[in-house]
């Protein structure tokens, strides 16, 4: 099947399956607006109390132990201002994306809880980096991050029978899962298709760009500096050790990374490692509410019996 189905119509795929999610109107609403100027508390308050389970997060994050509020925080306003604009457009997408997608988790072959995880660390590695490398808009960094392979999570839905041979091939030859989607995908691998998804939800071309190209940036001809951050932001959480993205090839970064970037060197002229690793600990720390955000999750679909499992072969035939 796999050396049959075009571009074109994995494309489509993507495009067509009506149950693939799309992201509540209040979290894109709430995207579209936190970072205007203009925007103001009371603003996001009448967004984020239009969506009551978005409302009872929100609480629930701003009545969390790291913040540390002396009395507790009952009125929305309030919450979205201890926790900041910027945590809360993070949070807000990271739980529409886990509700999303978690009516799928029985249907994955793989741990979802280790996909999720490895997911949420790439975000804020990449929040991280856009920080220190003077990226403007650090929470597209975080999104493109928690984005960045979506894909992998439609073609084992979709293309199972092409997951597991790539997955197998990936094995025996040592080969990024990327390089060796495209042998069996008519040279499409999950970041390309990932990239089909976000633009579907009008997310901004850099998202979109970061996803697209997170594993070869210098192709990328536009917005290459956030392609670059999740990038370095994906080698690094999973040479730390964060979660696990499925592929098993050899962890590596690309040539010519410190210097695209301006990433910090050591004597020896080489990207500082252990220095980006002592930051992304300390901002793992600062995150754990988003962590527990994915235990929450996975344990509820656990105990869910009437989980969905899509009809993914139907979905591919038809395009093949």
Same mark, same amino acid.
């Given at each position: 099947?796999?050396?049959?189905?075009?571009?074109?119509?994995?494309?489509?795929?993507?495009?067509?399956?009506?149950?693939?999610?799309?992201?509540?109107?209040?979290?894109?609403?709430?995207?579209?607006?936190?970072?205007?100027?203009?925007?103001?508390?009371?603003?996001?308050?009448?967004?984020?109390?239009?969506?009551?389970?978005?409302?009872?997060?929100?609480?629930?994050?701003?009545?969390?132990?790291?913040?540390?509020?002396?009395?507790?925080?009952?009125?929305?306003?309030?919450?979205?201002?201890?926790?900041?604009?910027?945590?809360?457009?993070?949070?807000?997408?990271?739980?529409?994306?886990?509700?999303?997608?978690?009516?799928?988790?029985?249907?994955?072959?793989?741990?979802?809880?280790?996909?999720?995880?490895?997911?949420?660390?790439?975000?804020?590695?990449?929040?991280? +980096?856009?920080?220190?490398? &003077?990226?403007?808009? =650090? $929470?597209?960094?975080?999104?493109? %991050?928690?984005?960045?392979? #979506? !894909?992998?999570?439609?073609?084992?839905?979709?293309?199972?029978?092409?997951?597991?041979?790539?997955?197998?091939?990936?094995?025996?030859?040592?080969?990024?899962?990327?390089?060796?989607?495209?042998?069996?995908?008519?040279?499409?691998?999950?970041?390309?298709?990932?990239?089909?998804?976000?633009?579907?939800?009008?997310?901004?071309?850099?998202?979109?760009?970061?996803?697209?190209?997170?594993?070869?940036?210098?192709?990328?001809?536009?917005?290459?500096?956030?392609?670059?951050?999740?990038?370095?932001?994906?080698? +690094?959480?999973?040479?730390? &050790?964060?979660?696990? =993205? $499925?592929?098993?090839?050899?962890? %590596?970064?690309?040539?010519? #990374? !410190?210097?695209?970037?301006?990433?910090?060197?050591?004597?020896?002229?080489?990207?500082?490692?252990?220095?980006?690793?002592?930051?992304?600990?300390?901002?793992?720390?600062?995150?754990?509410?988003?962590?527990?955000?994915?235990?929450?999750?996975?344990?509820?679909?656990?105990?869910?019996?009437?989980?969905?499992?899509?009809?993914?072969?139907?979905?591919?035939?038809?395009?093949?």
């Amino acid at each position: 099947m796999a050396k049959h189905i075009r571009p074109e119509n994995i494309r489509k795929v993507t495009r067509h399956i009506f149950d693939l999610p799309t992201l509540p109107s209040t979290v894109a609403k709430m995207i579209e607006v936190i970072d205007h100027p203009s925007t103001s508390a009371h603003t996001l308050n009448t967004i984020v109390s239009s969506d009551q389970a978005l409302a009872a997060q929100v609480l629930r994050l701003a009545n969390s132990a790291y913040y540390g509020f002396p009395r507790k925080i009952n009125t929305i306003t309030l919450a979205i201002v201890v926790v900041g604009f910027e945590t809360l457009k993070n949070f807000g997408l990271s739980s529409a994306v886990l509700d999303r997608f978690a009516r799928f988790n029985h249907d994955v072959p793989f741990d979802i809880y280790l996909f999720w995880e490895h997911s949420i660390c790439t975000a804020v590695a990449s929040r991280m +980096l856009a920080r220190e490398t &003077g990226y403007q808009i =650090s $929470g597209e960094a975080f999104a493109a %991050g928690l984005l960045h392979d #979506l !894909g992998k999570y439609v073609i084992s839905i979709y293309f199972r029978e092409v997951f597991e041979d790539v997955v197998e091939q990936m094995i025996d030859d040592d080969l990024p899962m990327y390089q060796v989607e495209e042998q069996h995908l008519a040279h499409v691998n999950h970041a390309q298709i990932g990239a089909w998804l976000v633009e579907k939800w009008n997310l901004s071309e850099s998202i979109v760009s970061g996803i697209k190209h997170h594993h070869r940036p210098d192709l990328a001809n536009s917005h290459q500096q956030l392609a670059w951050i999740v990038h370095y932001a994906n080698y +690094l959480t999973k040479k730390f &050790g964060v979660g696990f =993205s $499925g592929d098993m090839s050899t962890t %590596g970064y690309r040539d010519g #990374l !410190g210097e695209r970037l301006g990433l910090r060197l050591t004597n020896d002229a080489l990207v500082d490692e252990d220095y980006y690793f002592r930051k992304l600990s300390a901002e793992i720390e600062k995150e754990q509410e988003l962590f527990s955000l994915i235990r929450q999750r996975t344990e509820t679909e656990k105990n869910d019996t009437n989980s969905y499992e899509p009809d993914w072969s139907e979905h591919a035939a038809s395009y093949a």
